[in-house]
């Protein structure tokens, strides 16, 4: 089974960028559609960007123009860009197979300071 680890979370400040990575291990990432998600305290886990195994890319309204999502099949890793963050975008992240979706992993949680 496909196992994900996410990271690069932290604290920012309103404005400031942080870069998400996810390392698949196993077989089938090259192949697979796949899509960084969040979720905030009382939301539900929201599809922010996602990315076809030949780089066609799709966002979320809300992070379109800030966030980029990009991946190196050869390191079988997707990776997330955000920049301006806001407060909302607060949230722990996790990425995920849109093909054959797997077991969440843990996650990694940005926190936005105002």
């Known amino acids: 089974q496909v196992q994900l680890v996410e990271s690069g979370g932290g604290l920012v400040q309103t404005g400031g960028s942080l870069r998400l990575s996810c390392t698949a291990s196993?077989?089938?990432?090259?192949?697979?559609?796949m899509g960084w998600y969040r979720h905030a305290p009382g939301k539900q886990r929201e599809l922010v960007a996602s990315i076809t195994r030949v780089g066609g890319k799709s966002y979320a309204d809300s992070v379109k123009g800030r966030f980029t999502i990009s991946r190196d099949n050869a390191k079988a890793t997707v990776y997330l860009q955000m920049n301006s963050l806001k407060p909302e975008d607060a949230a722990t992240y996790y990425c995920n197979s849109l093909t054959n979706p797997t077991s969440w992993g843990q996650g990694t949680r940005d926190t936005v300071s105002s």
């Open positions: 196993g077989s089938g990432f090259s192949i697979d559609t």
